[in-house]
């Protein structure tokens, strides 16, 4: 099993965070063009199954797969999405995206008065601890 | 990781006092630094409001809730979890408007006046302002505009401390570029 990257955007869609480990195949965009491809999709993909959907659901979209790869999804009340694409054995692993917004984003970005919260987060210490709460996880390898 | 986190939650509390009397003197210091007492009420709601958009993502990662679905909701959110969490206290929710989108928050003991007094010729001050702008911050992070003012101030010679809230609109996600 693996975890190949993660995304974490704003609620104006802003890319706050990208970080890959067992990416193999580049999109041939760049960067931003890549995050704003990745956002608009959510976007749509949130308001396709609100609309879709034959019942009120609590949670709305969670995750999607691919014959190659899952992607979960994760968005908080005050708008901040989190993207985790994994091989398809992963299971439902929103426990662990909320970790990372609890645990990691909320400790290391929003308690550090000098990260800026609506952009790009440049934190070392964030990037460190997410990086090493990502490699302990049972998913990881 | 769960058990080392909850240990450190409980190292972090710190006696109320100290918030208390913290507060205080930044008031103090904002008076002294400050003409008019306007001024003053302006700059506390002011840091309030930059507090309030750090401290919902802490109230959200701690408590887990989820999005409210109306203003009711919202009010016991506030009152029940988010007052408890974070000053130890419930304010009892009244005086709703007949539309439901005004109510307000009775502070019985307000903690952040406990050691306080207003001197004279502060008769203006609101000592408290910093909660009006937390307020304000925190709920526009979760897209609801709100009007949040002091009505009463046990401080100001008032029976009671009464908060009052008005929901104005409700703000929309942001689209991608591009799309509309």
């Known amino acids: ?141 | 990781m769960s058990r080392q986190s909850t240990v450190r939650a409980d190292n972090r509390k710190v006696s109320a006092e100290l918030f208390v009397l913290t507060h205080g003197a930044l008031v103090a210091q904002l008076v002294k630094d400050y003409e008019s007492d306007e001024e003053v009420n302006k700059q506390l709601d002011k840091m309030g409001y930059n507090i309030g958009v750090r401290l919902v993502e802490d109230f959200l990662a701690r408590s887990n809730v989820g999005r409210c679905h109306d203003f009711r909701e919202t009010a016991d959110v506030i009152a029940k979890l988010g007052f408890k969490m974070f000053l130890g206290i419930s304010p009892v929710v009244t005086n709703w408007s007949a539309a439901s989108d005004e109510f307000s928050l009775i502070l019985d003991n307000n903690p952040m006046a406990e050691f306080a007094e207003l001197p004279e010729g502060h008769e203006g001050l609101l000592f408290s302002n910093i909660l009006c702008g937390v307020l304000r911050g925190a709920l526009e992070m979760v897209q609801m505009e709100v009007d949040v003012w002091f009505v009463h101030d046990s401080l100001r010679g008032d029976e009671t401390t009464e908060i009052r809230l008005k929901f104005i609109k409700k703000l929309e996600d942001a689209l991608p570029a591009g799309e509309d």
């Not at chain 1, 975890?3 to 104006?12: K, L, Q």
């Not at chain 1, 949670?59 to 994760?74: E, I, P, Q």
């Open chain 1, 1 to 141: 099993m693996t975890i190949y990257n993660i995304y974490i955007f704003d609620r104006n869609g802003t890319c706050l965070y990208y970080e890959s480990w067992n990416r193999k195949k580049e999109s041939n965009m760049s960067k931003e063009e890549e995050f704003k491809l990745m956002y608009g999709m959510l976007y749509s993909i949130k308001s396709f199954v609100a609309r879709m959907s034959p019942s009120e659901s609590k949670d709305g979209f969670l995750n999607y797969r691919t014959s190659k790869y899952k992607l979960h999804f994760y968005e908080t009340p005050t708008g901040l999405k989190f993207i985790l694409n994994t091989d398809l054995n992963a299971g439902s692993i929103k426990d662990v995206l909320f970790n990372i917004y609890s645990k990691i984003y909320v400790e290391y970005v929003v308690k550090n008065p000098l990260c800026q919260l609506n952009e790009p987060i440049q934190s070392e210490l964030f990037t460190s601890k997410l990086d090493s709460y990502i490699r302990s996880l049972t998913i990881f390898n």
